[in-house]
């Protein structure tokens, strides 16, 4: 009973046993025991957005009484069709504009927002668990070089090409932002000490240091090969601190910087 959706007008089928427009679709409603169909548009504007069906098992025409009433159901249930629409075109533009505002344009990685949410988050996990956290902070060496003589556009390739390879040797619940500029971070979470030794936790976290060594490594662009540097910064978290305490890494950070030590 397409009619209606096509023409925007009702279409009345009071007997489907003398009905010969729908040849497919009367013989089917007489076997399932129906007798007459009414179909009314779903309207909004000149757009149609379907049709209401109402059957009946026994013969004769509705009233016009019915048939307004009827094309007034049609249209009640056209504006909640359009109501559902809206608010799920609204959550989706919500979700996506935070998505947005939570991840780096060019590399698509959390920035520093979702960064500090998440470890905030690696602060309460830390305490529930009893286990240290770690933070790695990433500069590439000399990238100011690489936009003043071969343009920001190689620059940019030159980070998201970075970017891949950072996170291809992490776990997936290992976080491995852009905060900034050329500075990325890698934020390891429930460090491994065995029987509580004061061992340095980072020397467990494998998939963090193959990620430094692997961001280490040429990249190739028309020809040219570019070994990328980078000055890892590291900072370590036992159960005892709090995220007040602990909230500017990057100046704890700062302390421990060298130059590509792995």
């Known amino acids: 009973m397409s009619g209606a959706y096509h023409t925007g007008e009702a ?6 046993r003398h009905d010969d427009r729908f040849g497919r679709f009367c013989p089917r409603a007489l076997d399932a025991g129906l007798a007459a169909v009414f179909t009314f548009p779903l309207l909004h504007g000149r757009s149609r957005l379907g049709a209401l069906d109402l059957y009946r098992d026994a013969p004769g025409p509705l009233s016009p009484g019915s048939m307004s009433a009827a094309q007034t159901l049609a249209d009640v249930a056209a504006a909640y069709i359009l109501n559902a629409r809206a608010r799920a075109d609204l959550q989706e533009s919500a979700e996506k504009a935070r998505e947005a ?4 344009a060019l590399t698509g990685l959390p920035n520093r927002t979702l960064m500090l949410e998440r470890l905030e988050h690696a602060f309460r996990r830390g305490r529930r668990s009893h286990k240290p956290m770690a933070l790695f902070f990433v500069d590439l060496d000399r990238f100011k070089d690489v936009n003043d003589v071969h343009g920001h556009q190689v620059g940019d390739e030159l980070l998201v090409a970075v970017a891949e390879r950072l996170t ?5 619940a290992t976080a491995s932002p852009r905060m900034s500029g050329d500075e990325f971070v890698i934020l390891c979470e429930d460090l491994d000490t065995p029987s509580r030794r004061q061992h340095d936790p980072c020397a467990h976290q494998g998939g963090a240091r193959r990620s430094l060594r692997t961001a280490r490594s040429r990249t190739d662009r028309d020809g040219d090969r570019w070994l990328c540097g980078h000055s890892p910064r590291r900072t370590v978290t036992r159960e005892a601190d709090s995220p007040g305490r602990s909230c500017d890494v990057q100046d704890k950070a700062a302390t421990l910087r060298g130059a590509d030590p792995y």
């Open 168 to 172: 291809a040797g992490l776990r997936p």
């Open 11 to 16: 279409v009345s089928v009071p007997d489907l």
């Open 101 to 104: 505002s939570l991840h780096d």
